[in-house]
């Protein structure tokens, strides 16, 4: 019998796996169970983006497009964020259409970090950002944002964390999962750090347009910002196209041709189907956006003021469509307090301790979904508190 473990990388082995899935795939084998665990909107992509998504199948668009993506994409990416975010980049070579923001994380990250670098990772966050880190042979430096000062990224914390080896600062914001955002005021007060220790940044921006009571700066705005910032986004949250696996990466020329390469080895090009229908998607969907997110930010403020009036405090989210109890008091972990109330209540939510160590002692629960649905797990999750209080 064949010994794997001989052929097998011990840097792959030493990953683990993903934590967010857990609860939901053990949910799935449930029944009746109310499920507020993914972060994916329960909102089907508009019908005029599945429709031209129809039509380019119809016209036989079913082959390889340029490895970049159609420039016709990337114009109107550029067209996005000049109009939405008054950022823009040459659609030639400044832009490359991804499978989904996470393989443009991970072009940025192999393409930035070597073996002995540093890079510095904001916590909580989505499980992808220190395991890629460490894939690219790289050392994540965590640093453990706190809910005293409202899970943001303070300079304080900025400034420890560098070091001589530090090569890279990845900046997700709004955040999953705690909500949390950066204002211009609190990007301001780091971008000086990033510039004197002379880093770069990855700014994971797929939630930028579910910031609620404010308008989404992003850190490539700020003066002498936008030549050291790599900014990942995407489709997912802000179309409702979550199964189109289609995002983004824009950046300077010289770092985005060692992008390219990776990606053009690995990938060859986005989902020709899923570039169209993102063409449509960035021209007519402004109006989309507009009403996902009211829908969303009357979801929040449900969920928000529900947890507070159960007794569970509760830090309140100003971006992205999670709220990141804290359950501390009840004197259970969070993975004892997830199982106990799946298997008690039928309510599935995720534990913290699955976005990294600083998430131990929360819970984060997603209102990517109806209202009733939410309402539903309000009761039950006040039942159970009421238990084992």
Request: charge should be neutral; include cysteine; hydrophobic fraction near 40%.
């Amino acid at each position: 019998m064949i010994d794997y473990d001989k052929f097998l990388s011990p840097r792959i082995k030493s990953i683990p796996k993903s934590g967010i899935r857990k609860f939901f795939d053990i949910a799935e084998e449930m029944k009746d169970v109310v499920s507020l665990t993914v972060g994916e909107p329960d909102f089907d992509t508009p019908w005029h983006v599945r429709e031209e998504a129809i039509d380019s199948l119809r016209k036989g668009e079913t082959h390889y497009t340029s490895n970049s993506g159609t420039l016709e994409l990337r114009v109107e990416i550029d067209k996005y964020l000049t109009r939405r975010f008054n950022l823009s980049y040459n659609p030639k070579n400044e832009i490359i259409v991804t499978v989904g923001g996470s393989e443009a994380i991970d072009l940025a990250v192999r393409a930035v970090l070597s073996p002995g670098d540093e890079a510095v990772v904001v916590s909580p966050a989505f499980v992808c950002y220190a395991p890629l880190v460490s894939l690219a042979g790289a050392t994540p430096v965590i640093i453990q944002t706190k809910m005293e000062d409202n899970f943001k990224l303070t300079p304080e914390a900025l400034r420890a964390a560098i070091t001589p080896k530090t090569k890279l600062l990845i900046l997700p914001f709004p955040n999953n999962p705690t909500g949390a955002v950066m204002e211009k005021s609190d990007l301001e007060k780091i971008a000086g750090i990033i510039k004197d220790a002379n880093i770069l940044v990855l700014a994971d921006e797929i939630y930028a347009e579910l910031s609620y009571g404010f308008k989404h700066t992003s850190i490539a705005n700020l003066p002498d910002m936008r030549e050291r910032t790599i900014l990942v986004s995407g489709f997912s949250k802000a179309y409702a196209m979550t199964g189109w696996r289609l995002g983004y990466v824009c950046a300077p020329e010289p770092l985005m041709t060692q992008m390219f390469k990776i990606h053009q080895y690995a990938i060859m090009c986005a989902p020709t189907t899923s570039q169209s229908a993102g063409i449509k998607a960035l021209r007519d969907g402004d109006g989309d956006i507009e009403y996902m997110k009211s829908e969303f930010n009357g979801r929040r403020k449900i969920i928000y003021y529900g947890l507070k009036q159960i007794g569970i405090e509760c830090f309140e989210p100003k971006g992205a469509f999670y709220v990141f109890p804290s359950i501390r008091k009840f004197g259970l972990s969070s993975e004892e307090f997830c199982e106990k109330l799946l298997y008690e209540e039928k309510v599935a939510i995720v534990p913290g301790n699955a976005f990294g160590e600083s998430g131990e002692g929360f819970a984060r629960i997603s209102y990517a979904y109806s209202v009733p649905k939410i309402n539903k797990a309000l009761e039950k999750i006040e039942k159970f508190v009421k238990k084992i209080k």
